[in-house]
């Protein structure tokens, strides 16, 4: 069976319901509702929408994860109430990637929920992602160091705050913004995360804020991109001026 059959059958037996009570529920004829756990059809956009909000669960876990693996609690309690993840699926069940602007980021925070406007948005296929919910986010100038302009992050949808890992890296979507961070720890009401560069002090962005956490898969390069290396004379110069003061700070030390 796949995924989506298996959770509905399993999330019907929970609730101790006949296939004819949870058809009514769904308003749907048995018939019909039957099709969908036999794998006889595929549900349209508008029932995986009901049957998510029945369960309150979303629609990227029913269709994606193998939920009788997980406490059902740990389900249903997930971060900010998300019910329903839109996602894209043509009709061979390819699961496509949205792509998201930088510039657009504000209206992606007004309607990352909104079915009808990721389906507006640019997407793409990788085969090769798969078991899960990915998206792009498209870097605008040096909007998202250290990517180069133009550069792709794929994410991976992350359901829970518990799910976050140290040191690794995420694009974080919160009312301020779309930005991409190293996660450092999870504190009583907020996450302290640090920018890639150095010279940047880690912050604490307040849970409220996070609207939807994306883990770093991979990053799509422009095709003109060149890493920002210094040449080997800068290099060696760089060098030599280190072990000079290395130098000086061993007489220093030998001094006292």
Do not use: C, H
């Amino acid at each position: 069976m796949s995924i989506f059959a298996d959770n509905i059958v399993f999330l019907r037996g929970k609730k101790n319901l006949t296939q004819q009570k949870l058809a009514d529920e769904l308003i749907l004829t048995r018939s019909r509702y039957v099709s969908y756990e036999y794998e006889k059809a595929e549900p349209p956009i508008d029932v995986l929408i009901r049957i998510s909000k029945y369960y309150n669960i979303s629609i990227d876990l029913l269709v994606t994860v193998d939920i009788r693996k997980y406490p059902i609690d740990d389900i249903l309690n997930l971060p900010n109430n998300r019910v329903v993840l839109p996602i894209v699926v043509d009709k061979d069940g390819n699961n496509y990637i949205e792509i998201v602007p930088q510039k657009a980021s504000m209206g992606y925070l007004k309607g990352f929920n909104d079915p009808g406007y990721i389906e507006k948005l640019m997407r793409i296929l990788l085969p090769f992602l798969k078991n899960g919910k990915y998206r792009g986010f498209l870097a605008d100038g040096d909007s998202m160091p250290p990517f180069a302009d133009q550069s792709i992050i794929i994410g991976e949808y992350v359901e829970k705050l518990d799910d976050l890992k140290l040191d690794k890296d995420y694009v974080f979507v919160t009312r301020e913004g779309i930005t991409y961070k190293t996660f450092l720890k999870r504190n009583k009401k907020s996450i302290t995360v640090a920018a890639d560069n150095l010279f940047y002090e880690p912050y604490n962005i307040a849970l409220g804020d996070i609207v939807e956490i994306w883990s770093y898969v991979m990053g799509i390069l422009p095709k003109d991109y060149k890493p920002l290396m210094p040449d080997y004379a800068n290099l060696k110069m760089m060098i030599g001026d280190l072990k000079t003061t290395i130098l000086n700070l061993e007489n220093k030390v030998s001094s006292f």
